[in-house]
């Protein structure tokens, strides 16, 4: 059976440096998978390959049986692929409201001279995009600071609204970079909720990298265990509980041993 | 007249600056030799009115084509390979320094001698009527998708991107379409002056066009446009003070850039419901005061 998205072989290396090396795995739709290993795995470079930020230097990644290696990150995001940051990317000098609205426009059909014009067209589709855009910042519950400038909202809600962004682009596989980063644990129970109230309303497919381990645990169907830009082990968040590689591996060797004895 | 003169000279300055604002202001990248965009529109329209007696529109039009055609020339390469904000910068000096060192060669241009006698049909009526149009075109052209994209890339090119917005095209759009603006400010002045000369298009120019924009408030149309206003009427209103006059220009220039790093207007644009609701909250602030005296 064809995997809804599937590494295989890939690689990137930055001259010495491997930072992903010989990945391969396989996404089923409607799963959500937890990707962790210790910092500098190799991680988020496999979201920047996915989503056609670098090219791979080898191997290849299918999207429902599509070559994703070579198309541009805007041609990967209309094959319904999104994606969020580890290290907040918004568009900060605009409104809460703006920022998704901003990445409501791919579906703009009306051309330049009709857009200088201000025609019917356009402004119907305006308002279409800003009925859209607040339904979206609802769904975070961030409707109520839709005018406030988003590098003024707290971080958590930064978060919440680089999620709801990248809702708007209406994926079908949707890559979080560390969605719990810098929250305490309420918030970050509060997030996942909130995740899979979102995977269950728009059938989403994730793909999750986290360190706070409460939140890949609970909410990861598989988890993939990366270290050194390699696959060191995957399986369900139980088997990787236990796994003594994966304990090895974040805490060394030392540590590893005393949790054998 | 002299005063018809300065204004003329104001509503052609608002329309480069306004062309330019657009591109620097909404996508943040400087361009420095927009002067070349001015002179590619004064001299392909001078020149069709000049030796082939088109008609004054046409050229204009024509001007315009020209200017769209040289940057979509020149920024598709050189945006294209991603050239970073300064490197962009620093092409547009070439790009502009080379189109005078072309224009100043030329047959056609009559080199540096210039082209004179051109029929000065540039009025006021004509230029204020042009700005105008300039103004909603670009105001229609930043409330749409094109305008929008141009945002979000200078907000974050990468977030942009992974938005599914394309980094070129929508830099190519602002930028063919400022150049356009450009051309057609150098057409108007080209048969305002009914002289033009390769040396008035040098970089100081442009830079001037780029301070206006800059200290009117990136992301803002109406207040580069006012700032181009203000950086044309000032000098001839300081002529008073004669050799004191560029020592207060520059002043100005500093005073802004140190009390409003970000512009006069940065990130905002005048609105009419902006100047009603301002002008409702004085009256109430007045009739309160009142009150408290009552």
């Not at chain 1, 580890?86 to 857009?115: K, M, P, T």
């Not at chain 2, 547009?92 to 060192?101: L, N, P």
């Not at chain 2, 050799?243 to 644009?269: H, K, T």
Request: charged share 15%.
């Amino acid at each position: 059976m064809l995997a809804f998205a599937e590494c295989i072989r890939l690689s990137k290396h930055f001259g010495g440096v491997r930072a992903v090396n010989d990945l391969s795995f396989k996404v089923d739709e409607g799963e959500i998978l937890g990707l962790i290993g210790p910092n500098g795995a190799g991680k988020t470079t496999v979201f920047n390959l996915l989503t056609g930020f670098y090219r791979p230097t080898s191997g290849s990644m299918l999207f429902r049986g599509r070559e994703l290696s070579g198309l541009t990150p805007p041609d990967i995001v209309g094959l319904g692929i999104a994606r969020t940051f580890q290290n907040i990317r918004l568009f900060s000098n605009l409104s809460v409201l703006d920022n998704v609205r901003s990445v409501l426009y791919r579906h703009a059909r009306y051309g330049f001279v009709e857009a200088l014009l201000r025609s019917p067209r356009v402004r119907l589709c305006e308002r279409h995009v800003h009925e859209k855009a607040m339904e979206y910042l609802e769904e975070v519950g961030l409707a109520d600071r839709a005018h406030d400038r988003a590098s003024h909202l707290p971080y958590g809600l930064q978060r919440k609204l680089e999620l709801a962004r990248a809702l708007a682009l209406e994926p079908v596989l949707l890559l979080l970079d560390e969605p719990a980063a810098g929250m305490n644990p309420e918030e970050s129970m509060n997030l996942v909720e909130l995740i899979r109230d979102i995977r269950e309303k728009h059938n989403l497919t994730v793909i999750l990298i986290e360190h706070h381990m409460d939140v890949v645990m609970t909410l990861s169907h598989r988890i993939v265990v990366m270290n050194f830009g390699e696959k060191l082990m995957e399986g369900s968040p139980e088997e990787v509980q236990s796994d003594v590689r994966v304990i090895e591996a974040y805490l060394g060797e030392e540590y590893a041993g005393a949790y054998r004895r | 007249m002299y005063i018809q003169g300065v204004l003329t000279v104001a509503m052609i300055n608002i329309i480069s600056t306004a062309g330019l604002a657009v591109f620097t202001g909404f996508t943040g990248l400087f361009s420095l030799g927009h002067a070349a965009f001015m002179a590619v529109g004064a001299y392909t329209s001078a020149i069709l009115t000049y030796f082939v007696k088109a008609p004054y529109l046409l050229a204009l039009a024509a001007g315009v084509l020209a200017s769209c055609f040289l940057s979509a020339l020149v920024g598709y390469p050189t945006l294209r390979t991603r050239l970073r904000g300064d490197y962009f910068a620093i092409a547009t000096i070439g790009m502009g320094e080379a189109t005078r060192v072309i224009l100043e060669n030329l047959k056609i241009t009559q080199g540096a001698r210039g082209l004179p006698g051109i029929t000065q049909y540039t009025t006021l009526p004509v230029a204020a009527a042009a700005a105008a149009v300039v103004l909603l075109l670009a105001r229609n052209m930043l409330a749409s998708v094109y305008g929008r994209n141009a945002v979000a890339v200078r907000e974050d090119a990468v977030a942009a991107e992974m938005s599914g917005i394309h980094l070129l095209r929508t830099r190519m759009i602002s930028l063919v379409f400022s150049a356009g603006c450009a051309g057609l400010a150098g057409g108007l002045y080209a048969h305002y002056l009914a002289f033009i000369q390769p040396v008035m298009f040098t970089m100081v120019q442009s830079t001037q066009i780029t301070a206006a924009v800059v200290c009117g408030g990136t992301g803002s149309l109406t207040g580069p446009a006012l700032a181009a206003f203000v950086f044309t009427v000032a000098p001839e209103l300081l002529r008073a003070a004669q050799m004191w006059r560029l020592v207060i220009y520059g002043l100005m220039l500093v005073l802004i850039m140190v009390f409003r790093p970000q512009g006069l207007m940065g990130y905002r644009d005048l609105s009419w419901q902006g100047v009603l609701s301002l002008s409702d909250r004085l009256r109430k602030s007045v009739a309160g005061g009142k009150d408290g005296k009552g």
